[in-house]
Structure formats: structure tokens, C-alpha cells
């Protein structure tokens, strides 16, 4: 089983549709969340850091879920720009070491 | 952009030679990771460098190893090169404080191995 769990998708949406993302991880000692995305051969840049208490930065909000061990993305109103593959990361270890999900596809259609 | 820089940019290597990577990291960042990421797959932790001394390491061969310097710059340094080294490299640098520890990547190396 791996440590971070996600859909791969590919989703495909159209203009404007909300679209949410689901994740999960197994190791409970996690200390840190973040959703990065990442465009074709480029390399992954950070979306967001996910809190307990829920976040959200425009369009985009996220959601970590402790006693569950999930965390969400949920993306509003899409734009054509937010094409790309999500990546859910957990943070664990003195040296913080990123665990990468394999990433959810998404293309959003005109 | 996030200031974090990597060279060569592409590498193309035959298998059983040793190849050298390096990284830049963000001005004011005292950590690099290194991360492998495979086709189709997530990336991958190497190890992370923490004011020259390693700080943590992933399930990889004692062929990789690396190395920080003063000005917090690294190398990744692999040895007897398999044809399942061929991935993206990629850097990360991050302040080294902080509650969330982000981590900021630099383009990657295409490393390719024939």
C-alpha cells in the first residue's frame, strides 16, 4: 500500500465547474500537508499548505481531516489555466521528507 | 519563480558511469532535499542536506550520496549508473524553520540512461 493515496484521475471538466480532489495517508506520525500541482514535464510547484482548521486561497480550498487521515482540494470555477497534475504530500520525519501522492489529472475544457 | 536553480538541465549517461548534479537553493535557505520522480509517478526522497550534514534519507543505494557546501549550494552524485536511474532529479530548498518546512523546487535534471 502506499503512504499517500490519491485518485489519478484523469478528471476532465468543463469551464466553471467545481472540481474536488481526495487523498489519503497511512502514516499518522505526518506532520505537514501541501497540495502541489504540476505541469507537463515541469517541475512541482507548491498550491497550498493544508491545515486542521481548513484553508482556502481564492478559487482553491483545502481540508485535513486527522482522525481520518484525508485531505482534500477543492477547486472553484475553473479556468482553462488550472490543467495540470495535483499532487497531495504529506511531511514527516526530523527532515520534514515529502511523500508524494502519483497525482491526479486534470484538464479543464473550454 | 522560486530562485531555486539546477544544472545540467538534460543528461544523457550509459549505464555503469557516474554522473554529478547540482543545485542552487533559494537565497536564505539552509536545507536541500533531492527527489527522483519517475514517469507517470510522484516524486521520490533521496536525502536532504541540512547546513552541510545529512539530514534524513529515503529508501535509495548507498550509490547515491551527495553533498552541501558553505553557501548551502549540493550535488547529487550517483555511482554505476542503472537504466532505472532515467527520472527527473529534482532540488528542493526550504528555510529550514518554520511550522510547515515548505519546500521550493528547482526545474530538475532529465537524467537519461542508455
Known amino acids: 500500500r502506499k503512504e499517500v493515496e490519491q485518485d489519478p484521475g484523469p478528471f476532465n471538466v468543463p469551464e466553471g465547474a467545481t472540481v474536488a480532489f481526495n487523498c489519503t495517508y497511512s502514516?499518522?506520525?505526518?506532520?505537514?500537508f501541501f497540495w502541489y500541482r504540476q505541469d507537463c514535464r515541469k517541475e512541482p510547484k507548491l498550491l497550498m499548505s493544508?491545515?486542521?482548521s481548513g484553508n482556502e486561497d481564492g478559487r482553491f480550498t483545502a481540508q485535513l481531516n486527522r482522525a481520518s487521515q484525508y485531505i482534500s482540494l477543492l477547486i472553484r470555477d475553473s479556468k482553462l489555466s488550472d490543467s495540470a497534475t495535483y499532487l497531495c504530500?504529506?511531511?514527516?520525519?526530523?527532515?520534514?521528507?515529502?511523500?508524494f501522492g502519483s497525482g491526479t489529472q486534470l484538464t479543464v475544457l473550454p | 519563480e522560486t530562485g531555486v536553480t539546477q544544472s545540467p538541465t538534460h543528461l544523457i549517461k550509459t549505464r555503469g558511469q557516474q554522473v554529478t548534479l547540482r543545485c542552487s537553493s533559494q537565497?536564505?535557505?539552509?536545507?536541500v532535499s533531492w527527489y527522483q520522480q519517475a514517469l507517470g509517478q510522484g516524486p521520490q526522497f533521496i536525502f536532504q542536506?541540512?547546513?552541510?550534514?545529512?539530514?534524513g534519507r529515503g529508501n535509495f543505494p548507498p550509490r547515491f550520496s551527495g553533498l552541501q557546501f558553505p553557501n548551502y549550494s549540493s550535488e547529487l552524485n550517483v555511482n554505476a549508473l542503472e537504466l532505472d536511474d532515467s527520472a527527473l532529479y529534482l532540488c528542493?530548498?526550504?528555510?529550514?524553520?518554520?511550522?510547515?518546512?515548505?519546500?521550493?523546487f528547482g526545474p530538475g535534471t532529465r537524467l537519461t540512461v542508455t
Open positions: 542536506y541540512y547546513r552541510e550534514e545529512e539530514n
Open positions: 528542493a530548498s526550504s528555510p529550514g524553520t518554520g511550522a510547515t518546512y515548505e519546500q521550493y
Open positions: 502514516n499518522s506520525a505526518s506532520q505537514s
Open positions: 537565497s536564505g535557505h539552509n536545507t
Open positions: 493544508v491545515y486542521s
Open positions: 504530500v504529506a511531511a514527516s520525519g526530523s527532515a520534514r521528507q515529502l511523500t
